[in-house]
């Protein structure tokens, strides 16, 4: 239950970003945080985890399969998803655990998929988006779109509205990451082909894009499917480790296991409590979407970021 006491010491935190985004977050608030899902909550519901096969997504897929749902994995190398597999039932033996390839930053492989996924499961109760890329240098897609806007925003765009019909009555959560803080919305040079390029900048920048995409599709899907982003702190995942080793060796021993990094996923996909859509979340929590009241994106900047999503797959939602 959260107090006037413990609300202060909540935003304390957060604005300190040490004490709420390492180890040290969840074991603090857990006292005060939303309760649990209710056991085998999900059972016989279907959940697709993008970016599953390890870390938060694997993560994710375990707790959501202990709590009874059937968990589809998707990633881009079937020997790591069949890895993750078995990880999975190791731990789990009694789950039910599907997996699929698909690179999510390539437009044609995600309709490919989508097109079959609909087909096999008709009723989808979640859609966490949690794949990822750090790239060390600018490199593209498929279809020619630079790398990280491919895997954060166009192919989860694309995925989330040709899944929509599925997810009548459902969930999506979109894992995006604290780094949106650093970065406003860009939208003079979405693709990054201007100045030096730099993956931890472009992944800020593709990670501030996901925190508005998510609200517009709110909008857009309102009172059809429920639908949220949230980080997960600083947690200690292959993203961290091999992308940022000079930070995971300053912050390692502070760092979330991914079980924590991955609790609020879980509990959005999972729980009964009344939680609206378009929300920002850490922590079981509601967070604004900007650190402090500047560098907020304005409507005009908004809509040319939503025609050029809507252009570069062909999807409107409408």
């Known amino acids: 239950m959260v107090t006037s006491l413990s609300g202060a010491l909540d935003w304390a935190m957060d604005k300190s970003l040490v ?23 999900l059972a016989g ?18 707790q959501l399969a202990a709590l009874g749902a059937t968990v589809h994995l ?19 033996p009694s789950a039910r655990v599907e997996v699929a390839e698909c690179d999510l930053s390539d437009l044609d492989a995600v309709r490919e ?17 949690n794949a990822g890329v750090l790239p060390p240098e600018r490199s593209t897609s498929a279809q020619g779109h630079e790398l990280t806007l491919a895997t954060h925003v166009l192919g989860p765009h694309l995925m989330t509205a040709l899944l929509a019909d599925s997810l009548e009555g459902g969930r999506v959560v979109v894992v995006s990451s604290g780094g949106a803080y650093g970065q406003k919305l860009v939208v003079d040079d979405i693709e990054y082909t ?24 709110a909008e857009r899907l309102r009172g059809r499917v429920s639908v949220h982003s949230m980080h997960p702190g600083w947690a200690n995942t292959p993203g961290v480790t091999d992308s940022l080793p000079g930070f995971d060796k300053v912050m ?19 729980t009964d ?18 650190y402090a009241p500047v560098r907020i994106e304005t409507p005009p900047e908004r809509q040319r970021f939503w025609e050029f999503v809507t252009d570069a797959t062909g999807e409107t939602f409408a």
């Open 19 to 41: 004490l709420g985004y390492t180890r040290l977050g969840p074991r603090l608030r857990r006292s005060w945080w939303p309760a649990d899902p209710r056991p085998a909550c």
């Open 252 to 270: 390692g021993p502070l760092l979330r296991t991914p079980a924590e990094g991955a609790d609020t996923v879980s509990w959005l996909v999972a």
């Open 74 to 92: 998707l990633g881009r190398k079937a020997s790591r998803l069949e890895k993750a597999r078995a990880d999975l039932l190791a731990a789990e």
């Open 45 to 62: 519901r279907h959940v697709l985890v993008t970016g599953a096969s390890g870390g938060l997504g694997l993560a994710t897929a375990e």
């Open 273 to 290: 409590d009344p939680i609206g859509t378009g929300g920002f979340w850490h922590d079981r929590r509601r967070r604004p979407t900007h």
């Open 113 to 129: 998929f989508c097109a079959d996924f609909s087909a096999r499961v008709p009723h989808l109760h979640a859609l966490v988006h």
């Open 194 to 217: 201007e100045g030096d390029y730099s993956g931890v900048t472009a992944y800020a920048r593709t990670k501030r894009m996901q925190l508005v995409i998510t609200e517009q599709w």
